[in-house]
């Protein structure tokens, strides 16, 4: 048994996810040879971070506090404060500053995620954060040659060429405008190190052919993502008894109940689920995240249903 399946607090289960899960895209292909970026160094989980998580499991109250704001917020701020937590709470790192704003002549110039100190290496550390969740839409659907514009987001304003360029050339390199160099540098916190996490999931249509894009991890799996009447055919599970819509606070670890919802659930297979999901789609432009649960309400896998003709020509 892994560690998320001994946690039994789902905010506690985020944060073991938004850590020490595999990330999404492989840091190092995010940066260039000449501004070459790291993965974070603190994020093994060693026997003592294991301990930490099962008796943070025990006793949640100091996690949850400090979360508690974001997580009625957007999912990107929750889970920057589950790293923040988690930097805070680490004898290997000091939290130094967060989400620190630098500003030029009335504007924002731009803001540092986390700047922390790292025990091990005695370095200053710049380390961008993101957790991200892309569709395939289909070879050149982007229209750039870049297979990375491909991927889109659920709301058809975020794609994954764009996130990766903003964060290569933008976010991590913030320290070197003069602005945020003076700020740094009259604070004793300018960075030795560049680090950068983008977690998520990435999902593709099972009929459709499809690469990987670039940077992706192999040590992923692709999702899969569809239209109802195609999703109850293609992802049918045995042991499935409960499909549940998922909403964003529950996006990022798999769900896994300690007893039935009061409401939310939805037949698990054949046409009856069709057109339960049909129902959760009317009216709406943008796909929903769904799970499938075993008799146990434990989380057997994930995938986003789509309204008919989504994205349209978002990518164009």
Not at 48 to 63: G, I
């Amino acid at each position: 048994m892994n560690v998320l399946e001994r946690l039994a607090h789902p905010v506690v289960r985020d944060l073991a996810w938004a850590v020490f899960s595999d990330d999404l895209i492989l840091a190092g292909s995010i940066g260039s040879a000449q501004h070459s970026l790291h993965s974070c160094g603190l994020s093994k989980l060693t026997p003592a971070r294991k301990a930490w998580l099962l008796e943070l499991d025990q006793s949640p109250e100091a996690l949850l506090d400090q979360v508690r704001a974001a997580r009625d917020q957007r999912l990107g701020l929750y889970f920057e404060s589950l790293w923040h937590f988690f930097l805070d709470s680490d004898p290997a790192a000091e939290l130094l500053a967060h989400n620190l704003p630098v500003r030029e002549g009335g504007r924002t110039v731009g803001e540092f995620d986390c700047l922390y100190h790292c025990r091990n290496s005695g370095q200053v550390v710049h380390l961008e954060l993101a957790v991200k969740f892309y569709l395939y839409t289909g070879a050149e659907s982007g229209g750039t040659g870049d297979g990375r514009a491909d991927w889109l987001g659920p709301g058809r304003r975020d794609r994954l060429d764009r996130k990766l360029d903003h964060l290569a050339t933008r976010q991590t390199r913030l320290a070197d405008e003069s602005a945020a160099r003076r700020l740094l540098e009259s604070r004793g916190l300018m960075p030795a190190r560049r680090e950068v996490v983008v977690k998520g999931r990435l999902f593709r249509r099972p009929d459709q052919p499809c690469l990987p894009p670039p940077g992706f991890n192999p040590a992923q799996a692709l999702l899969s993502w569809g239209s109802p009447d195609t999703l109850t055919v293609q992802l049918a599970d045995k042991h499935a008894k409960y499909t549940r819509v998922l909403p964003r606070q529950c996006w990022l670890s798999p769900l896994q109940l300690s007893e039935a919802p009061l409401s939310g659930l939805l037949p698990p297979e054949g046409q009856d689920r069709c057109a339960a999901l049909q129902t959760q789609l009317a009216g709406s432009n943008r796909p929903v995240l769904v799970a499938s649960l075993d008799s146990e309400y434990r989380e057997l896998q994930r995938f986003f249903v789509a309204p008919t003709g989504w994205p349209g020509d978002a990518n164009r």
